[in-house]
Structures are given as C-alpha cells and as structure tokens.
C-alpha cells in the first residue's frame, strides 16, 4: 500500500503526530475555554484551529491523525525498563500502564477521536504501537511528499531530502513552524536522519527515560559521529587501542555496551507496523454532518469546527 500519487499526480501527505499537537493546545488554550455544561474543551478546539491552519497554510492532498494505541510498548520496556517509566500514572502490578496526563485533558481525548471520525479525517492507531511507529511507516510507503508535524524531536530520524519527507516543529502554536530538511538537521545535529537516531541513544532523553551514556552529551555525541561514521564505527573504536578516542570515552562507552547494544531497536521507529485498510484523503466536507453538528452543540465547538469546515471547503 502507497500513497502520493493518484493518477499520475503527485499529492502530498501530512502526517500529524496527534498527542503531541493536543498537548500542546492543550497547554497553549486557556482551560476556561469550556462546553456549555462546564467541561474544559481549549485542548478539542486548539487541535481543530492546528488542523485548519495548517491544512491552510500547507494544502495537503492527504492528511492522518496518527494515534498512540500503545504509548509504551512492552517490546520496547523489555529492552530497556525504564523506558518511560517515569511517565507512568499509579504502577501497578499486573495492570496496564497509564499515562499520567493532566485530569482535565483525559477526557477531552475520546471527544477529539469522535470529531475527527465525524469531520472524516483519517485516525490510525496500532495496537503495540506508538504514534511515531505509524508515522514511520506511512513515511516510508508513501510516493510523494510528506510533511510530519510533530514536537517530538524523534521523528527527525525520518527526514529525507530524496524522498520529500522533512519536520514540521511547531515553536508556537502552529502558525510559527520550524521547517527541519536535512540542511537544518545538519546545521543543528552534524547529521542526517538516519544519523540522528545514534545522536539520541548517545546523548539519551529524559523525557523518554532513556539514560543514553553517562558523561557523552549531544556535543561529543555529534563530534563521535563526525569522526567514527556511525554507532557501530564507534564501538568499533572503542575495541581498537589507536583509536583517538579519550581513555575517558572508551571507558564509558565500553561499560555502555548492553545499552548500546538494545537502545538503537527502541529509539528508531517501526517502519512495518500492519496498518488497517483507511482513506487517508483530506475531506472537503463532513462525512457525518449530524453528528458533526451534535458534537458542535454538546461541547461547543461550533466556531472552531465552522473554521476548519470552511478551509476544508476551500
């Protein structure tokens, strides 16, 4: 299965990392921004004004909402347990893991899915996986352009020049975005997309609980890639004794071997997840006009909805 291209034209696909754009509206909307009944909506009407500016200012032919089925996948725990973990809502044993995410904010989720379901834009989740896994592989099959809207830093790993696929990083809102090519990887990181996945597991990521090796910062993490090439011509150096590595960095990076060695499975994303059968065609109209307009009046959404009904229109 591709997309990009219906007959003989070139379209191009946005893909929206979901969860991240709903925090962030979620955080950048006032919560006095409620339904008629009291319950706080800023997060609901602050990703349908994300999705109509930048379905206005970008003109995609495609557009998914990609969904975290699993936001912490137990194939990526096993390998690496505290994965995570810090983000963990009451641990316990024998139950699923929850996210703790802001009470008001947990509601407004489903409310999000069922607007999106009504208006017929795309929602893909994968059970077992992550957003990022989805995004990654509806990257890779795709034949034409791609422009991924995310604040997660991870999906750089997915930037190709050759391909079309480039970052789009929201600084404020959505209406300033930081368009990242490989130009702007490189001027930033010293590497490429694929590159940029070895820079992470060395440097590590707090706010995905991944320790990375003590003492080698994104600084010597760009300079050890400069030098070496990549994750495996690094610990390569690290067993050669004329290697100009320091005594210091072959020690850490020697005592990091286990970690090293599992790290790159749970830092790079899935490109093979099995996706179900979906349309992934921007709508110019509601698929469910009723229930677009019950979904207006319970929760009052109706100027953000009028909003993005009319630039889909356009």
Same mark, same amino acid.
């Given at each position: 299965?591709?997309?990009?291209?219906?007959?003989?034209?070139?379209?191009?696909?946005?893909?929206?990392?979901?969860?991240?754009?709903?925090?962030?509206?979620?955080?950048?909307?006032?919560?006095?921004?409620?339904?008629?009944?009291?319950?706080?909506?800023?997060?609901?009407?602050?990703?349908?004004?994300?999705?109509?500016?930048?379905?206005?200012?970008?003109?995609?032919?495609?557009?998914?909402?990609?969904?975290?089925?699993?936001?912490?996948?137990?194939?990526?725990?096993?390998?690496?347990?505290?994965?995570?973990?810090?983000?963990?809502?009451?641990?316990?044993?024998?139950?699923?893991?929850?996210?703790?995410?802001?009470?008001?904010?947990?509601?407004?989720?489903?409310?999000?899915?069922?607007?999106?379901?009504?208006?017929?834009?795309?929602?893909?989740?994968?059970?077992?996986?992550?957003?990022?896994?989805?995004?990654?592989?509806?990257?890779?099959?795709?034949?034409?352009?791609?422009?991924?809207?995310?604040?997660?830093?991870?999906?750089?790993?997915?930037?190709?020049?050759?391909?079309?696929?480039?970052?789009?990083?929201?600084?404020?809102?959505?209406?300033?975005?930081?368009?990242?090519?490989?130009? #702007? +990887?490189?001027?930033?990181? &010293?590497?490429? $997309?694929?590159?940029?996945?070895? *820079? !992470?597991? @060395?440097?590590?990521?707090?706010?995905?609980?991944?320790?990375?090796?003590?003492?080698?910062?994104?600084?010597?993490?760009?300079?050890?890639?400069?030098?070496?090439?990549?994750?495996?011509?690094?610990?390569?150096?690290?067993?050669?004794?004329?290697?100009?590595?320091?005594?210091?960095?072959?020690?850490?990076?020697?005592?990091?071997?286990?970690?090293?060695?599992?790290?790159?499975?749970?830092?790079?994303?899935?490109?093979?997840?099995?996706?179900?059968?979906?349309?992934?065609?921007?709508?110019?109209?509601?698929?469910?006009?009723?229930?677009?307009? #019950? +979904?207006?009046?319970?929760? &009052?959404?109706? $100027?953000?909805?009028?909003?993005? *009904? !009319?630039? @889909?229109?356009?």
């Amino acid at each position: 299965m591709g997309w990009g291209i219906i007959g003989g034209v070139t379209r191009r696909l946005m893909l929206l990392d979901t969860a991240s754009l709903y925090f962030r509206a979620y955080f950048g909307v006032p919560d006095s921004v409620r339904a008629p009944d009291g319950t706080p909506v800023n997060a609901v009407r602050g990703l349908l004004d994300f999705i109509g500016r930048l379905v206005q200012d970008h003109r995609p032919d495609e557009l998914v909402a990609c969904m975290d089925a699993d936001w912490r996948p137990a194939w990526r725990v096993e390998l690496i347990p505290s994965y995570k973990a810090h983000r963990v809502a009451s641990p316990h044993e024998g139950v699923p893991d929850e996210e703790e995410i802001p009470d008001t904010l947990a509601p407004q989720v489903p409310i999000i899915e069922a607007v999106l379901d009504a208006l017929g834009i795309a929602r893909v989740g994968v059970a077992g996986y992550e957003a990022d896994d989805v995004i990654g592989t509806l990257a890779g099959r795709a034949t034409g352009p791609v422009d991924i809207v995310t604040g997660d830093r991870d999906l750089y790993q997915l930037i190709d020049d050759k391909r079309g696929v480039r970052v789009l990083y929201p600084l404020k809102g959505v209406g300033s975005l930081h368009l990242t090519d490989e130009a #702007a +990887l490189r001027e930033k990181y &010293g590497v490429d $997309g694929p590159g940029y996945v070895d *820079l !992470a597991l @060395l440097r590590g990521d707090p706010s995905d609980g991944l320790p990375g090796v003590p003492g080698i910062g994104e600084k010597t993490a760009a300079k050890l890639l400069d030098a070496f090439g990549d994750l495996a011509g690094i610990m390569a150096a690290v067993d050669d004794p004329r290697s100009k590595l320091t005594p210091s960095q072959r020690k850490r990076l020697d005592e990091a071997r286990e970690y090293v060695a599992v790290a790159p499975t749970v830092v790079r994303v899935a490109g093979d997840v099995p996706l179900p059968d979906f349309d992934p065609a921007l709508p110019t109209g509601p698929r469910d006009p009723a229930m677009v307009d #019950a +979904l207006a009046t319970r929760w &009052g959404l109706g $100027g953000a909805l009028r909003r993005l *009904l !009319a630039t @889909l229109q356009q």
